[in-house]
């Protein structure tokens, strides 16, 4: 019996550069959530930030990453936005635009759930959205007893998840995965891209391995390394 999927699943970042890490949680959100899709957000060059790389590259290693991947796609609600761009801007942004009756599912991971009690007008998320709590250390998310006492009611199993539009939170689990967009950059602007290509393999998708390797897109003197995830 084919498996009834529901809903839209969000997965934001810079994905500087997108990395298997990133495919293993949308697949997760896939397979525990049962979602119809997921849609990757990349973000624009954030306001805060120093550099990062154009979104239009970051764009062109999540399609070559997804090649083959029927059930994800990209959104470019926010990398085309100009300015400071907020998560619950692009959430009342999507609402308005899919109606009320689509399951929409925000997935978060670890290190964005510690902080969320940072997030602007965080409380009024769930009037728009799911959350989706994720990590690829393998250990549970966390955030400030403040959120996680506001999220405790709210919580059900992940399958429940979709059965309504918006409105709760749940947990899914999937394999730990190391990979790391710093550490790539890294590799790639210290080694040749020889050595680099054979250090990451594990880490990236080939076809964005050799989009980075081509456009020499981490060498030191095209691309300024920062601490971006």
């Known amino acids: 019996m084919p498996v009834l999927r529901r809903g839209i699943g969000l997965l934001g970042g810079s994905f500087d550069p997108v990395h298997n890490g990133h495919l293993a949680v949308a697949r997760g959100a896939l397979r525990e959530l049962r979602l119809a899709r997921v849609d990757f957000l990349p973000a ?32 470019l609600i926010e990398a085309m936005r100009q300015g400071p761009t907020y998560t619950i801007d692009t959430l009342r942004s999507l609402r308005a ?31 728009f959205t799911h959350i989706a709590l994720t990590n690829r250390s393998g250990t549970p998310p966390r955030a400030s007893a403040e959120v996680e006492a506001w999220a405790a009611p709210r919580r059900v199993p992940a399958l429940q998840l979709t059965q309504t539009p918006c409105g709760s939170v749940a947990e899914f689990s999937i394999p730990p995965h190391e990979a790391n967009s710093s550490r790539i ?29 081509r456009h020499n897109i981490y060498s030191t003197t095209t691309h300024k390394i920062d601490g971006h995830h």
């Open 97 to 127: 635009t899919l109606g009320s009756s689509v399951p929409l599912v925000l997935i978060i991971g670890a290190d964005q759930w510690e902080n969320f009690h940072t997030w602007k007008s965080w409380r009024d998320f769930l009037d």
């Open 44 to 75: 624009p060059a954030p306001w805060q930030k120093d550099v990062l790389t154009p979104v239009t590259r970051r764009i062109e290693m999540i399609q070559a990453a997804i090649e083959g991947e029927p059930l994800m796609g990209i959104n």
């Open 185 to 213: 950059r890294r590799v790639f602007s210290s080694k040749n891209r020889y050595e680099a290509l054979r250090e990451l393999e594990s880490w990236l998708p080939v076809s964005v391995a050799a989009l980075i390797s």
